[in-house]
């Protein structure tokens, strides 16, 4: 039984390293997005947006 816990154990740590690179990967998708909507709201609140 100590066995098979340890086989499941060292089988997990892919599937963590593999979610946690996924989780950053969006984290990082999402900062760009929030970054290119603060220079959008900066050019509109100056109006050149329309310009």
């Known amino acids: 039984m100590e066995m ?3 086989i499941i154990w060292y089988c997990s740590w892919p599937v963590v390293i593999v979610l946690s690179v ?7 998708k999402h900062y760009e997005k929030m970054e290119r909507l603060e220079e959008l709201e ?3 609140a100056k109006g050149k947006l329309g310009e």
């Open 4 to 6: 098979f816990t340890e």
């Open 42 to 44: 900066a050019l509109h």
């Open 22 to 28: 996924k989780f950053v990967q969006l984290n990082l």
